[in-house]
Nanobody, 120 residues
Framework: QVQLVESGGGLVQAGGSLRLSCAAS????????MGWYRQASGKQRELVAS???????NYADSVKERFTISRDDAKNTVYLQMNSLKPEDTAVYYC??????????????WGQGTQVTVSS
């Protein structure tokens, strides 16, 4: 099995910064891609940013130029640096990883979510 453990959420004022971390552990042969999603109250879960094993990144238009996704392969960890935060960034942020297991199957895994609240 694979576990994703997130950290770094919290309460911040508009214009502030937060850094989210997500560490993967367990039956991991390789990590294909990792990403961050968010779900605001009453809204659908949406992709915020993703990064592939090759380092290619993808961002939602609403966070471009403000958020940066990165990964540390040695630690099986993905980070989301969030700058210039806005109240509309308030949501529960979820880590997702596409992981190839030792039996070579690829599974999609989710973290438990971490709350980010941006006050105006």
């Amino acid at each position: 099995q694979v576990q994703l453990v997130e950290s770094g959420g919290g309460l911040v004022q508009a214009g502030g910064s937060l850094r989210l971390s997500c560490a993967a552990s367990g039956s991991i042969f390789s990590i294909v891609a990792m990403g961050w999603y968010r779900q605001a109250s009453g809204k659908q879960r949406e992709l915020v940013a993703s990064i592939t094993s090759g380092g290619s990144t993808n961002y939602a238009d609403s966070v471009k130029e403000r958020f940066t996704i990165s990964r540390d392969d040695a630690k099986n960890t993905v980070y989301l640096q969030m700058n210039s935060l806005k109240p509309e960034d308030t949501a529960v942020y979820y880590c997702n990883a596409a992981i190839k297991n030792w039996n070579r199957s690829v599974g999609s895994y989710w973290g438990q979510g971490t709350q980010v609240t941006v006050s105006s």
